[in-house]
């Protein structure tokens, strides 16, 4: 196995479940306007379900043509053995159980060639190049350790006041959010919760993201910037002259 699924957030092994329905990001929004908007359109029940068939078709083929790629760029092949060629194919195997899948090492440009054929037509192909640096841990799987990036938060009641916090680059935001939430209610519920409760503590997410331990946010992929939330700064244009 070249790809591992840990809990310090160096797992690549998001990019290979390559996604077969959209996310409930823009692509699910989209969705469901056309779900409540065609109707509208044409009284053909008929035609307005082929149509919504065709678009939720294309933004699965997207998102799998995404997640592709996503995965020839972050794998890196520390050599072209064998084992390590088998273990790609493997995976993407899994990820595409009903597709075709081609690897062919090139030991002249250190790369593999990769090739997917899917039953529908769709084809994928891609270039994973080889990287002697590339860092493998003690189960001979190559770590990848995914990025932060910007995830600012803030609450129905107050949209000016924004908590900065991270989420790592394979998490979209309503993962993000979920995860988030999911650790806000194992931090109440954990012993030093239940005791900030016993003490008068408001249960109330200021002062959760105040407290919680970052072991707990990094293990659900999250960072926090500033534990102190301030008002968002609105910026004034300079006067022209």
Not at 85 to 97: I, R, Y
Not at 158 to 180: C, G, H, Q, S, Y
Request: glycine share 4%.
């Amino acid at each position: 196995m070249l790809l591992s699924n840990n809990k310090n957030g160096k797992s690549t092994s998001r990019f290979l479940r390559m996604k077969k329905e959209p996310t409930k990001g823009n692509e699910g929004q989209l969705l469901d306007l056309l779900k409540r908007v065609l109707p509208k359109a044409t009284h053909d029940p008929k035609l307005a379900a082929k149509i919504y068939k065709v678009f939720e078709t294309e933004l699965k083929a997207k998102a799998r043509a995404t997640a592709f790629e996503k995965f020839c760029a972050k794998v890196e092949l520390p050599n072209l053995e064998a084992s390590n060629v088998a273990s790609v194919k493997q995976q993407l195997a899994a990820s595409f159980d009903e597709g075709d899948v081609t690897v062919k090492p090139n030991r002249k440009e250190q790369c593999l060639s990769v090739e997917v054929a899917l039953p529908d037509g769709s084809q994928f192909s891609g270039e994973i190049r080889v990287n002697p640096n590339a860092t493998m841990n003690e189960d001979g799987e190559q770590e990848i350790t995914l990025k932060f990036i910007p995830f600012p938060v803030c609450l129905p009641g107050d949209a000016e006041l924004v908590w900065l916090l991270a989420k790592r680059e394979n998490l979209t935001p309503e993962e993000a959010a979920i995860a988030l939430a999911k650790v806000e209610e194992e931090f109440w519920a954990s012993k030093s919760g239940q005791k900030l409760q016993r003490d008068r503590v408001e249960k109330y997410f200021p002062e959760f993201i105040a407290r919680v331990p970052a072991g707990m946010l990094s293990e659900a992929g999250l960072k926090r910037h500033y534990k102190t939330p301030e008002p968002l700064k609105l910026l004034r244009t300079l006067a022209e002259r």
